[in-house]
């Protein structure tokens, strides 16, 4: 049973458009999510993370939402570039696991320009 | 500054066989996780080490295994391979045994290893 779902297998968004990538998750015990961007035959690269004690986190083109009445999280790419393009995992953790990261199964976001 | 390496970087096995990955974290880094990536789904954990200690374990067979070196390098093994066992497998470090989540995980490239 998966405990994070990236319902989008896939997104196409022009260029400097905005591209919203989302994710819920079911586990009310994760405490803290992270998005981050892969490459084909390459490691995730991190991207942003957000603590369940907040909102909203940005760092620079990058905003990361949580609604965890929702138990849901979106990541915010504006304006959208074309080496954006990558597979985008959304990944949570709780803290009594330590360090066992839950991802999901990624969105592949094309940006055309 | 070098990342996270990881070798070999392709590898391709006959069923049964054995196989050992090999991983060195970053410089300061004390913790290192396992994940194997299968086409089409996200990373999923396998071990964590902190301090050459079992930190966590996955929903993986005892057919897996691992180890950290007091150097934090560590090495995971995969015994009587089976064609399922193709996968990426990536890992990633961090300087405690949670990371500093803020920061994120650093994952290496990955070994894809073919099991045929």
């Known amino acids: 049973d998966q405990q994070v779902k990236q319902n989008s297998p896939s997104l196409s968004v022009q260029e400097g458009r905005i591209s919203i990538l989302n994710c819920d998750y079911t586990?009310?015990?994760?405490?803290?999510f992270l998005w981050y961007k892969k490459y084909p035959a390459e490691g995730p690269t991190f991207l942003i993370s957000i603590s369940s004690i907040k909102d909203k986190n940005e760092d620079g083109r990058f905003t990361v939402f949580l609604n965890k009445s929702a138990k849901h999280l979106s990541l915010h790419i504006v304006p959208s570039q074309p080496g954006d393009s990558a597979v985008y995992f959304c990944?949570?953790?709780?803290?009594?696991?330590?360090?066992?990261?839950?991802f999901g199964k990624g969105t592949k976001l094309s940006v055309k320009p | 500054d070098a990342g996270v390496t990881q070798s070999p970087t392709h590898l391709i096995k006959t069923r049964g066989q054995h196989v050992t990955l090999r991983c060195s974290p970053i410089?300061?880094?004390?913790?290192v996780s396992w994940y194997q990536q299968v086409l089409g789904q996200g990373p999923q954990f396998i071990f964590q080490?902190?301090?050459?200690?079992?930190?966590g374990r996955g929903n993986f067979p005892d057919r897996f295994s691992a180890r950290q070196f007091p150097n934090y390098s560590s090495e995971l093994n995969v015994n009587a391979l089976l064609l399922g066992d193709s996968a990426l497998y990536l890992c990633a470090s961090s300087e405690t045994s949670r990371g500093l989540l803020r920061d994120g995980y650093t994952f290496g490239s990955g070994t894809r290893l073919t099991v045929v």
């Open positions: 586990n009310s015990m994760f405490d803290y």
């Open positions: 080490y902190y301090e050459k200690e079992e930190r």
């Open positions: 990944a949570a953790s709780a803290r009594r696991s330590q360090g066992n990261l839950i």
């Open positions: 410089s300061g880094h004390k913790s």
